[in-house]
Structures are given as C-alpha cells and as structure tokens.
C-alpha cells in the first residue's frame, strides 16, 4: 500500500475542513485512509488523526440475505455474507472543459423529457417493439420455495464441479441459538468429505450454489446453470503434429515451475500502477512509462522449452542464494552465542 506524504497531508487537510462523510474522495479506494484512531507516517514524522492503511482497518460486513438452511427435516437459521472483494480502481466521468462530474439522465425519446425514476416500468421485449409489462408485485408473488431458505438437494464431491461453473463466493454464518444445528452439519460435511448442493433464492433469481466447510468457515459459492455455460463440452485437441520429446520436455517444464499455491505472493500490478500515477499527479511529477517487454520470435518449439527451463532453473537458483543470504547472519549470531 502506498503510504504517501501528499496523500496523508491532502487528507489530513481535508480532515480538518470537513466530516469524513463529506469528503469529497478521488475515488471510493481514497476512504481506506479516512476514520483510524491514529496514523504515525514515518516519512513526516506526523500523526494523522483518522488516518490509516485499508489493511489495519476491519469493517464490521454487512448480511445480503437472512434465511434458513433446509437439512432434511433440520432448519438452520443463517445470515449470508459476501466472501469476496473488488479493488478495482473506480473513475468517475468529468467533463473536460470544467471538470465537472457528469450526470446520466434517463429520458424518453418519444416525450422528448426527463424521466423520473417512479415513472418506470419493467418490460420483456417479445418482439421487436413489443412488451409484456412485469410489475414487481407479480415478482413477489412468484412461486419460489427457496425465497427464504437454502434448501439443500443432494452432497457431491467437490471434485465433481468443474471451476467453469463457479460464479460468486459468500459465508454463511449461524444464529446464536442455532450454533449446534450448525456446527454439526458442518461436522458431518468435514467428517464426510463432502459438498452440499442447494437452491436459493437470491436478488430475484433462484441460484445454484455449493455448500463447503473451509476450516471454520461455511462457504456458498453460487453456480451457473448448465444453460448458461458457454464452453463447448468434449472438445478434441487441436490435431497436430507432437514428438515425444517435445512432450517430455513440456513435462519437464512444468515440474519445475510446480510449486504450492500461496495467494499472497501475488498482487495487482495494474492496480498499484493506477495508484502511483495518481499519487504523481497529486505531486506534480512526471509519469515515468513503463519498458517495453521484449518478446523473440518463437522460431524452435523445443529452443524456447528449453530457454524457458534455463530462466526457471535461474530464477530458482537466485531466489535460493537470497534466502541463503537472509538466514546467514542469524545463524553466525548463534555460533557466537554458543561459543560464548
């Protein structure tokens, strides 16, 4: 995260003009900075009040659905939450010549006026230019056992579901009197191996969604319909021309670039790009640009396996010289100490 002066300042500066809830933000990801107890900048040597790092500060979340979960004859009062969070960098459209934001005004065309938001109805268009009106009563009134409840159809292995299917992540958690019809259906489902398979009713469409314990935690992942997968199903491979060597050599690549998966060894680039480019302007340097990737033209299948072995290999050996580098002076200094 980028702990910048000018941004600490500019906040602190707006800070002091203006609660946090008016305070006109660059963009909503400018808020992790806004209500801290206290923030020390090490590059000041300032304390900003209300001020701190999106990581340090930990927002109660916010239940989407109340509802139960169906368990045979066993209902379980839940709460659902959203597992998951976009960072994407968000801009808001200004105009050019006065920096204005710009206002998106429904209108309609055949009244030639601005329309408001009580004047519009819901239509499905059967036909070009022709409509079947859908009120939100007849919404509610439709005909949806799940409306309330995660009613659970059947347990599966996980492995079972291709990824292809998998749309949105959510954790489930009980009820202060329901903690026992919980935690033993989670018990069973560890104890098992298994996924539940369920249907609810979520924001007007009955969903899809897979039931797993990930430690402590229920999740619910939300799953598309087979209808709505686009990718075609027992696809041949592309009919060409493999060697053997080739193929031992691909394998030979791939196991050296096995390794376990850890999330945090990855970042956003592009995100923390965005971020220094607008932490520039705020300064008023000039955005350096970033160099062109070299590419070589890829003229022998087996030259670039075996280039790209030799980087790997490299990148290994560089990596194990630093971690060799990093763990010497720690074990000088117990040498010392046991000498001593």
């Known amino acids: 995260m980028i702990e910048s002066p000018v941004l600490l300042n500019f906040f602190h500066a707006l800070r002091q003009s203006k609660p946090s809830s008016q305070i006109p933000y660059i963009s909503m990801r400018w808020k992790m900075y806004i209500d801290r107890e206290e923030y020390d900048s090490p590059q000041t040597g300032r304390s900003y009040k209300h001020l701190a790092p999106a990581e340090e500060r930990i927002m109660a979340p916010r239940a989407i659905w109340t509802g139960i979960i169906t368990f045979g004859m066993v209902s379980i009062p ?18 050019k010549d006065c920096k204005s934001r710009i206002k998106e005004i429904k209108t309609c065309p055949v009244c030639d006026r ?32 799940n409306k309330d409840c995660i009613e659970i159809t059947s347990f599966i292995q996980q492995s079972e579901i291709d990824p292809v299917f998998y749309e949105k992540s959510y ?25 539940a398979i ?32 686009r990718v075609e199903k027992r696809k041949a491979l592309p009919d060409v021309n493999i060697t053997d060597k080739e193929l031992a050599m691909a394998g030979s690549l791939i196991d050296l670039m096995t390794q376990e998966f850890q999330p945090s060894d990855y970042t956003d680039n592009y995100r923390e790009a ?5 932490e520039a302007k705020l300064e008023g340097r000039e955005i350096a640009e970033a160099p062109p990737i070299q590419t070589g033209k890829v003229i022998d299948l087996m ?28 074990s000088k200094g117990k040498k010392k100490a046991a000498v001593g």
């Open 78 to 95: 839940v709460k659902l939450y959203t597992a998951t969070e976009n960072k994407d960098i968000s801009f808001n459209q200004l105009h």
């Open 114 to 145: 601005k329309i408001e938001s009580e004047e519009i109805e819901k239509g499905y268009e059967y036909a070009k230019g022709q409509y079947v009106i859908v009120s939100k009563d007849d919404l509610e009134k439709l005909p949806l056992p």
């Open 171 to 195: 954790f489930i958690e009980p009820d202060e009197a329901a903690r026992k019809p919980f935690a033993l259906f989670m018990r069973a489902l560890q104890d098992k191996g298994m996924t």
């Open 198 to 229: 369920a249907k609810v009713a979520i924001r007007s469409k009955e969903r899809l969604c897979a039931l797993r314990p990930l430690d402590g935690t229920l999740m619910m992942s939300t799953l598309f319909y087979p209808d709505e997968i």
């Open 274 to 278: 965005v971020l220094k480019i607008i």
């Open 303 to 330: 030259e670039a396996l075996q280039a790209s072995m030799e980087n790997v290999k490299a990148k290994k050996s560089r990596e194990k010289t630093r971690e060799s580098a990093a763990t010497a002076p720690a």
